[in-house]
Each structure stands twice: as structure tokens, then as C-alpha cells.
């Protein structure tokens, strides 16, 4: 039962019982308010709360060039060596791959680009 944001279990526990919690985090794109007009036409992406950025490191030294197309699919995948373990979110489409590394992890590989707001590809 939920209380006060707290779910309660009660149940006569044994040995090798488990919980599990499954909470969907979609990928999804977020646009910012019309009146920040230096985010008009862009885009930035968002897994459950956390905020991707865009690094030159994965995604060919620049970022000057880099659109994210309207119909990129995204998926995300854990990976255990980067960063100490982070969760990474490529866009993939019929021009490019893009991958994207959560915004609090970014610039320990080195100084490079970084982007949160990403142009989009007009649709």
C-alpha cells in the first residue's frame, strides 16, 4: 500500500526474497519555452530525470555540424566501463548515429564540445 509516498510491504519474509522495481524511463525529447528563443528549433533528451548532453569525444571531435534528425529512434544501454558506469543514449537514423552521455558525467574525458540543446531536423 502507498502512504505518503512510501510503499509498505507487509509479508512474512524468508530467505532469497527479493523486491523488484521497475520504473519506465522512456527516452524522450523535451523543447524549451517558446520565449527562450535561443532554443527555438532545438531539442534536448531526457531518460525518467535525467538530462543528456551530447560530447565531441562520441560524436566526431565537433558538434558544429551535428542535427539531431526528426526521425532518429533512441535507445539507451548500461555500459559498465564508461565513466564508472553510466547509462548512454544513441539516436540512430538513415544519416547518422548519435550518442549521448548523461549531463552530470560530461567533460571527464577532456576538454571538448558538449551540447544539451541539440538542433533538430525540421520535419
Known sequence: RLDKGYVHIKRAWK?????????????????????VKANTGRVAIERGPIVYCAEGVDNGGTLDKLVLPSDARFTSQFQPDLLNGVVVIKGQSSVTTITLVPYYAWNHRGAGAMQVWLPQAQR
Open 15 to 35: 530467505a532469497a526474497d527479493t523486491v523488484v522495481l521497475d520504473l519506465p524511463m522512456p527516452v524522450r525529447r523535451v523543447v524549451a519555452h517558446g520565449k
